[in-house]
């Protein structure tokens, strides 16, 4: 059956990696596909959102190395917001490098993401290591990764045989890929797979840097987001709990219609 009109619950059995299945879970339960991106720069400023909005997600979407102040006990207060409101943790790292080097990077330094986070964020480009050298990193712990197949942003050079060769690359690891970064429902037909699309505000824009906005009726409905990114739609907002209640209950919506037909 299409992946697009299957209910979340009904789609836990096909996925093939922990982090998925506990996301479609928490999307089932909480009734809320909304994932924020809490690019602040202080970490005062993310955990008092997380206190506000934390109901409301599914998931939050960090980048831990744009943070000013950022200390070890910071990680501890985010795991445990997470488990308090019960969503996961997305560090936006965007791996790039040569297999070796993303072990280290995953696994030391500073940040120690793999201590922390449920699941990252890979690029396909550098070729089928940096998959097996996270495979080897996460080794049957709970984590997973969410490989970019398209981007959101103007002029990217990702293309169509770029998009079909990194979803065959995934296949071979099928053991931790929560899902794909991607904008169309085209990208992969396998409902056990995520797709995770930013790029959303309430209505159609641009940022000036390339960053194009769609909405959620164009995201969910036509292009099957299953987990919406939303940064400074609510971060910039007047009222950020307000306005996350607002994106909640606009992709909820969106996501009953598409499954409804
Ligand atoms: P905003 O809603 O404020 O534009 O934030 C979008 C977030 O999603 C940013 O953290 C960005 O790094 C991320 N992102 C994106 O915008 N487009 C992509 O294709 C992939 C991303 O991870």
Redesign the pocket.
Known sequence: MERVILPYEKRIDFATNLVARQLFNIMATKKTNLCL?A?LTMTTGILDLLEKVGEHICMV?T?IDIIDDFRDDFVVRLKQLADRFNFLILE?R?YADIGHTVSLQYSKGLYKIGEWADCV?VHSLPGEGILKALNGSMNCITKGVFL?A????EG?LITQQYKQETVSMASKYANIITGF?C?NKDTFQNPGLIQLT????LECSK?DLG?I?KTPEKVVVENGADVI?????I??AKNPEVQAVAYKDALWKCYIKRISG
């Open positions: 991106s690019d979407k980048h936006d965007k964020t970019l398209e981007m959101s942003s990217n970064v904008q930013p790029g959303v505000q940022d960053q906005y990114v939303v940064g400074r739609g971060t910039a």
